[in-house]
């Protein structure tokens, strides 16, 4: 990509070879986003497929995620000091490139199709909350390890806050029990968009 952006700019403007060049620039950028598109369709269609009745969906707050660190400036000096921007640049890059809310629209597109129901839970503690005892704590969670300060339960962060989600969404879906299976009744004829219950 980088080289293909150069061999743009170090043509002449308004050449007919700039124009060449700018042309195989866009059909790199179509071909990235293709393969992305083929690849969150794949994602989307296996997680939908699989034997099962629900999906929960953590309620991801995407353009929340993307904010800037705010600003933190040292009272005494009025210097600005480390906010941890640099290091959240890199995690800024790493959603967009995943585009998770366009994947989310897909699995909730074969979802309705299927006649299956997207829950989306609220993200609230996920991460934060031990599956053990229930103890919630900012500093049980140490990157991609959750280790609880309370009773030392142990596990991947991310697996963790997963099966949180996943019981969360089987709580709901326990007490919803009725209203669940009317609404699967009706899942053929209402729009993939009015089908997902936000709760
Ligand atoms: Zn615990």
């Known amino acids: 990509m980088k080289i293909r952006q150069r061999r743009v700019s170090k043509k002449l403007k308004g050449s007919k070879n700039r124009k060449k060049a700018a042309n195989k620039l866009g059909r790199f950028h179509k071909k990235i986003t293709d393969k ?10 296996k997680i939908v497929s699989r034997k099962i009745d629900a ?6 707050n995407i ?4 904010k800037r660190c705010k600003v933190k400036i040292d009272e005494n000096t009025g210097r600005f000091l480390k906010n941890g ?9 790493a959603i967009s490139d995943a585009s998770w ?3 989310i629209l897909k699995i909730e597109y074969l979802a309705a199709k299927q006649g299956k129901v997207v829950i989306k839970i609220n993200q609230s503690h996920s991460s934060q909350e031990c599956r053990n005892c229930g103890h919630t704590d900012k500093s049980n969670r140490d990157g991609e390890k959750f280790i609880c300060t ?12 997963a099966k949180t989600i996943r019981d969360r969404g089987l709580e ?4 919803d029990s009725a209203k669940l299976a009317a609404r699967q009744l ?5 729009s993939p968009r009015t089908y997902v219950q936000t709760w």
Do not use: F, P
Request: aromatic share 6%; glycine share 10%; net charge positive.
């Open 36 to 45: 992305r598109v083929a690849y969150q369709w794949d994602v989307a269609s």
């Open 63 to 66: 353009s929340g995620m993307l």
């Open 186 to 190: 009706n899942a053929q004829k209402v």
């Open 150 to 161: 309370e009773c030392g339960y142990h596990e991947h962060a991310d697996i963790g806050a």
């Open 85 to 93: 921007q640099s290091r959240k640049k890199g995690l800024n890059r």
């Open 55 to 60: 999906i929960a969906l953590e309620n991801l």
């Open 172 to 175: 709901i879906v326990r007490g």
């Open 101 to 103: 809310s366009e994947l």
